[in-house]
C-alpha cells in the first residue's frame, strides 16, 4: 500500500500531447486517483478533439498480480455495482455485458468454471473477455475455443482496437458512456469508464491516449454502455466510484491471480 500522498490529484503532465490523424483526439494532463495496491492503480486520462472533450478513469493492474473475474448479478434489476464489488471484498471492477429487458445475459457467459448462458452468433457480439488457464486475453468471436480449461468469459463488441490499431467501420454518430476492457498485450490490462463518446471515438481516444508508463493500447473490447456503464475501485480513504444509471446482469471485477 503506498501511503497516502500518492492517493489522490497527483498530476503526470504530458510533455507530448499525442494527436491522431483520423479524429484528431489528444490528451491532456493525466492525474492518478489513487493506488489500492503496488501494481493496481486508478487513472484519469483526459481527451480532446477540437470543441469535443472526453474523460477515461481507468483501472490499470498487472496480471502477473491480478486476474479477471465474471459476477453475476446476486439480484438483477436490484444489486448495484457499487455494492456487490464492496460485498464481495474484490479489488475493483465495471459492469460487464449485455442483458435482454428482462436480464437474461446475451452472448456467453461463463463464471468460475460455469456456463451461465451459451456462445451466441451476432456481428455485435464479435470479441470475448476469457481467462483460459489462469491467463487473460481477449479474442474474436470466431476464434474463440470452448474448453474446460477456461474458467471466466464474457462475451460482447464491438472489438475497438485490434493489433495497436483501431477498429474500421465502428459507428461514429451515437455518443454514449463506454465501458471496455483493455490490454497492452505486456501484461498490463485495463478497465475503462469513459464519457459519451461514439465508439469510433472511443478507439481513437485509445489509440491516441498517453497511457501512464508508456502504456500502448493493443487489444481492446467494448462491454455494455450508456446507462450501464459504471466503474468502482476499492481505496483509502474512500473508494473510486463511477456509478451505473440503471441496473445490470453481471459485471467484471478484478481479483487475486491464482
Not at 461514439?198 to 462491454?223: F, V
Amino acid at each position: 500500500m503506498c501511503g497516502m500522498k500518492t492517493f489522490f490529484s497527483v498530476a503526470i503532465p504530458l510533455l507530448m500531447a499525442v494527436s491522431n490523424a483520423l479524429g484528431g483526439w489528444a490528451t491532456g494532463a493525466i492525474v492518478r486517483l489513487a493506488d489500492p495496491s503496488k501494481s493496481l492503480t486508478v487513472w484519469e486520462i483526459p481527451a480532446k478533439n477540437g470543441d469535443q472533450s472526453a474523460m477515461m478513469t481507468a483501472i490499470v493492474f498487472n496480471s502477473r498480480h491480478y486476474s479477471l473475474r465474471v459476477v453475476d448479478s446476486p439480484s438483477p434489476g436490484v444489486s448495484k455495482l457499487a455494492g456487490v464489488m464492496a460485498e464481495g471484498g474484490f479489488a475493483a471492477g465495471v459492469n460487464g455485458g449485455y442483458f435482454h429487458d428482462d436480464f437474461r445475459p446475451v452472448g456467453l457467459v461463463i463464471s468460475e468454471g460455469k456456463e451461465i448462458h451459451r456462445f451466441e452468433k451476432a456481428k455485435l457480439l464479435s470479441g470475448i473477455v476469457e481467462v483460459r488457464k489462469g491467463r487473460i486475453g481477449i479474442v474474436r468471436s470466431s476464434q474463440f475455443q470452448p474448453s474446460p480449461s477456461v474458467t471466466e468469459a464474457l462475451q460482447c463488441g464491438p472489438m475497438l482496437v485490434d493489433r495497436g490499431a483501431a477498429v474500421a467501420g465502428l459507428n461514429d454518430e451515437r455518443r454514449a458512456r463506454r465501458t471496455i476492457v483493455a490490454t497492452d498485450g505486456e501484461g498490463r490490462w485495463a478497465l475503462i469508464y469513459l464519457t459519451s463518446v461514439t465508439l469510433a471515438d472511443a478507439a481513437q481516444i485509445l489509440t491516441a491516449a498517453g497511457w501512464p508508463a508508456g502504456w500502448t493500447t493493443s487489444k481492446a473490447l467494448n462491454l455494455d454502455g450508456g446507462s450501464s456503464s459504471g466503474l468502482w475501485a476499492n481505496a483509502a480513504p474512500s473508494p473510486v466510484t463511477r456509478p451505473e444509471f440503471g441496473h445490470v446482469r453481471n459485471f467484471l471485477a478484478v481479483v487475486p491471480a491464482k
